[in-house]
């Protein structure tokens, strides 16, 4: 099978590690930063030793590449061991003890770079976000994600309004958004990636294409794993305040204990956010029409009825490091959302008082425990259940202009919609959602390089719908709605040729089953009938795949992989969604794509104070069935209020991505990254009449296809202060134009986008307390999303964080 001929491929190309040394350099002291003399340094199990100076400096020359273990003796402190996977020519590397021998946080540096490296050179198309810089300043995990490479956030407006991520022409439910292995959408609406600031966020893994065992499921086009902070090394408390434009208030705090002696540990977390969305809009979709019927374009105002409130609180209590258990947690997580809906799928027709209301409380438990009773044999748990309540409110009858005032007739009178209210007929809608999802991974080393593991993914929800205006049909007879999958993986991997190559072998095994009970109701002669209707079906699906990586020299590594991957509609596709104005396709079918990457990551390469690296990456999929919300051809003056998902039939995405890194004596900073790919529809003949369709091999619409973001990041130290730090930022990020439906039209173009953010932050000589400012779309750049959807200008935010790194 060409899936394999990657394998192959690898197996031809040669390089040699042998011979191959670095040096490493740094200083051992106390964590008060007084220098430890007269300590010895040396490589465990070699020759290679030093002894350091009186300012606590060493220097280890001729360390062999590969993993090591550096030994830190001296009279002040315990034995101290710190291990390094040494893979380039130079290390700085201090060393931060106590007389207790505690570890210390520029190790866990240390630790954490070598697993974002570890991660990035296994194969996948993957990058490793992390979050240190972005935690200080005033910017939401969603605009973190939308600078990065291959990555496109689709927000339909400001905070809170429906969000869609775009992995290089995949898109929706394509790509699976993770927290800690588990996907959010258990957690429900009124928790999302808004509700996690960067600073509870340890890194953030963006994977396009295939999936590693520990987040395999029915996705295809990658997923984004939020990695939260465990932080079992110290007790500590965190807190951040901010306040912005457009009325918008955010705080989190988060704590963490654990008893040393018994291994009791607590996490508590919570965050609140605010924002009343009143950003003025002036493009070419905001209007206002006149008594007359006559429409004024352009037409500047603000957004009346867009506010949005989130509150969230997470708990979780457990052990971890114990001998029956690397970790063990239970947890509660509940949330709160209010959302004021302005308008449908389009700014064409704007709303009031049309409201959607969501909360929902979670059970959680989380075990993870390798060597379980033998050694290799490792065992991870995370379960989650969770009750979810949505409330759609729709109940004003009357048309609204732009201007948040009611329209009126030629003759002085209120405009009522046909309908009834903002969006079709008057609504009180409650939907109620039970939710299981239990993820477990069993794997096994069976010998050293090689490991054998099986992924299991059972998720299921209980749906029901009912609408207080109707009391009628609600006695006993509400809508019901289930969906149940299950989705097992079993994969191989290995590493071989001296640690060279890196594959994993993988084949999934698809099944889910959806069900929807209605009721139709028939009045004759005064008396109410009511007739059930019920669907049922169930479906099966294979798929496999292969990813690899090939590293020719510690800094020269090839990556490849390729999958037959499925994906089965999930509810809100299958049953609608309200609350997104998404209706019901009880018919939707499965996706199919085959998925293939190819690229390679070069660097860090240094060059005395100058730092380089570059990685790219070439993509190709092809889809069968491709889900995706329906881009209408009819549509008048851009006024869509509602869609639903849809099976496109085939299409193809081909591009390419890059990214490149550049520092100067590790205070200037600079990157650039693009994405760039042709998402095309393929289905040339109509299976009906035979004649070829007229969109055959064109671009599919409502997707933005080339982007390129750029960053600059300069730090100066003892600027204001001893011992502070100033951080100096700039983004720039630009789209490409693309059409919002299939036609060739100017007024369905979505325009060039330039925008541009400024920001610094400044930490204070303790540590503790850091302030930041950030003026996001500087120069009030008009941007836009999901069919033509302007997104707020110019925006200035302050932020406090303060923190206690060691209670």
């Not at 030793?49 to 009279?75: A, D, H, M, R």
């Not at 949330?335 to 959607?356: A, F, L, N, V, W």
């Not at 991870?380 to 259940?385: D, K």
């Not at 869609?643 to 600079?670: A, C, D, I, P, W």
């Amino acid at each position: 099978m060409k899936h394999f001929y990657i394998a192959a491929l690898f197996l031809m190309i040669t390089g040699s590690l042998m011979g191959q040394t670095s040096n490493i350099k740094g200083i051992v002291h106390l964590l008060d930063g007084k220098p430890v003399a007269n300590a010895s340094v040396k490589v465990d199990g070699t020759t290679i030793g030093t002894v350091s100076n009186e300012k606590g400096e060493y220097l280890l020359e001729q360390v062999p590449y590969g993993n090591q273990t550096i030994l830190v003796t001296s009279i002040e402190v315990k034995d101290k061991r710190v291990s390094l996977k040494v893979e380039k020519p130079k290390y700085d590397l201090h060393i931060h003890i106590d007389p207790k021998g505690e570890i210390s946080l520029d190790e866990i540096r240390v630790v954490r770079n070598t697993v974002k490296r570890e991660i990035e050179t296994k194969g996948f198309a993957v990058n490793v976000i992390e979050t240190k810089e972005a935690a200080v300043r005033n910017i939401q995990t969603n605009e973190l994600l939308d600078k990065t490479v291959g990555v496109r956030v689709r927000q339909s407006g400001g905070l809170g309004s429906e969000v869609q991520y775009n992995l290089n022409g995949m898109t929706g439910r394509s790509v699976g958004i993770f927290i800690d292995g588990i996907e959010i959408s258990t957690y429900g609406s009124s928790f999302n990636l808004n509700n996690i600031p960067p600073s509870m966020i340890e890194r953030i893994e963006v994977y396009k294409g295939v999936l590693p065992a520990h987040l395999t499921g029915d996705l295809l086009g990658g997923a984004i794993n939020i990695v939260l902070k465990k932080g079992t090394n110290s007790n500590n408390l965190s807190a951040s305040v901010s306040y912005g434009s457009f009325n918008t208030t955010q705080s989190d705090i988060s704590a963490l204990y654990r008893h040393a002696k018994t291994g009791f540990t607590t996490r508590v977390s919570g965050s609140f956010l605010n924002s009343d969305n009143d950003y003025e809009i002036w493009g070419k979709f905001s209007k206002y029409i006149q008594p007359d019927g006559v429409v004024q374009r352009y037409y500047r105002t603000k957004r009346f009825f867009d506010g949005y409130r989130s509150i969230s609180g997470r708990f979780e209590f457990g052990f971890t490091d114990v001998k029956w258990a690397d970790t063990f947690f239970l947890g509660y997580n509940v949330s709160d959302s209010y959302k004021e809906i302005q308008h449908g799928q389009t700014m064409g027709t704007p709303y009031y008082g049309r409201t959607s209301n969501a909360n929902a409380n979670v059970l959680s438990l989380n075990y993870v425990k390798k060597d379980l009773l033998t050694p290799g044999l490792g065992l991870s748990v995370n379960a989650v259940y969770s009750f979810r309540n949505t409330s759609i409110q729709d109940t004003v009858p009357y048309e609204f202009n732009w201007d948040g005032q009611i329209r009126l007739d030629l003759n002085g009178n209120p405009i009522k919609h046909s309908s009834g209210a903002q969006q079709g007929s008057p609504t009180l809608n409650d939907i109620k959602r039970q939710v299981a999802n239990i993820r477990s991974n069993l794997s096994y080393d069976v010998v050293s390089g090689h490991r054998l593991s099986v992924n299991h993914v059972f998720y299921t929800v209980d749906r029901k719908d009912s609408d207080r205006l109707y009391p009628v049909a609600n006695v006993g007879l509400n809508r019901k709605n289930d969906l149940a999958k299950n989705v097992v993986s079993f994969n191989y991997e290995a590493q071989t040729i001296n640690n060279k190559l890196i594959t994993n072998l993988f084949y999934k095994l698809y099944q889910q089953s959806i069900g929807s009970t209605s009721y139709t109701a028939t009045v004759n002669n005064g008396e109410t009938t009511f007739q059930e209707n019920t669907m049922k079906d169930n479906r099966t699906n294979s798929g496999y795949g292969l990813a690899g990586s090939y590293r020719i020299k510690p800094n020269i590594i090839l990556l490849a992989s390729a999958e037959r991957a499925v994906r089965m509609p999930v509810d809100s596709e299958t049953f609608g969604s309200p609350e997104d104005n998404v209706l019901s396709n009880p018919n939707i079918r499965p996706e199919i794509s085959d998925n293939y990457n190819a690229g390679f990551r070069l660097g860090t390469f240094d060059f005395d104070d100058h730092k380089v690296s570059l990685a790219t990456n070439v993509f190709w999929r092809n889809v069968k069935d491709r889900i995706m919300p329906e881009a209408n051809e009819l549509m008048n003056n851009q006024e869509i209020e509602v869609t639903k998902f849809v099976n496109l039939g085939k299409s193809q995405s081909v591009g390419f991505e890059g990214e490149l890194f550049y520092n100067y004596k590790n205070n200037l900073t600079v990157g650039f990254n693009f994405s760039k790919f042709n998402s095309l529809y393929k289905v040339q003949f109509d299976p009906n009449s035979g004649k070829q369709l007229p969109y055959y091999n064109t671009q599919i619409p409502n997707e933005p296809f080339f982007t390129m973001n750029g960053n600059v990041h300069y730090h100066l130290d003892n600027l204001i202060q001893k011992n502070s730090k100033l951080n100096l930022f700039y983004t720039v990020g630009y789209v490409a134009p693309f059409s919002t439906v299939w036609f060739d039209s100017d007024w369905f173009v979505t325009p060039t986008q330039v925008s541009q953010n400024l920001g610094l932050s400044y930490v204070f000589p303790s540590k503790k307390i850091i302030a930041s400012l950030d003026v996001k779309n500087m120069f009030n750049a008009e941007v836009y999303d999901n069919f033509g959807v302007q997104k707020p200008g110019r925006g200035f935010y302050l932020k406090l964080n303060y923190s206690i790194n060691k209670i």
